[in-house]
């Protein structure tokens, strides 16, 4: 199975800021990552797929790059409704597998 | 606008088996793959296997096969998922979600499964 290795595990960030998430992959899965936002007793929520692109009503502050091996997911400009636990997904291969997880906090 | 609803909050004794539903609303249940995805307390997502509702064919996680059956019914547009042999590990909140060409578009909303004596 392919492992993702997302880091950092959790975050603190000011109101405002610009924050990055990564994720690594095992082996070369081309562009086949997703992100997600899961917020404190709800499902997931689809943000970016392909790797850089933004799912339909998810707004512009959420962006993601990467390719290959290695990912990033970007949030600017946070916000206190961007509390959340963020994780990485690749679908490359079945079994789906996910990330760990970043805990992100606002300062 | 697509829905996928699951079935209650489950409580089970170790040893038993759960059922868990998931009905699709919004789009029709045969274009689109459902994966069934857990998240027990403190760990991350765990992939348990895929369904394809045209045919009814599935695929495992190997870590369920032989526990876990995957069934649909396309006149109700319900997808079902059955773990067998329910043990402490199994406690979790359950998800299933549409493939929407590879990414998880939609999720259900999460049936918690806990098992205790």
Known sequence: ?107 | QVQLVQSGAEVKQPGASVKVSCKASGYTLSSYYLHWVRQAPGHALEWMGIINPRGGTTTYAQKFQGRVIMTRDTSTSTVYMELNSLRSEDTAIYYCVRDGRRKGDYWGQGTLVSVSP
């Open chain 1, 1 to 107: 199975d392919i492992q993702l290795t997302q880091s950092p595990p959790s975050l603190s960030a000011s109101v405002g800021d610009r924050v990055t998430i990564t994720c690594q992959a095992s082996q070369d899965i081309l562009k086949y990552l997703n992100w997600y936002q899961q917020k404190p007793g709800k499902a997931p929520n689809l943000l970016i797929y392909d790797a850089s692109n933004l799912e339909t009503g998810v707004p512009s502050k959420f962006s993601g790059s990467g390719s290959g091996t290695d990912f990033t997911l970007t949030i600017s400009n946070l916000q206190p409704e961007d509390i959340a636990t963020y994780f990485c997904q690749q679908y490359d291969n079945i079994p789906w597998t996910f990330g760990q997880g970043t805990n992100l906090e606002i300062k």
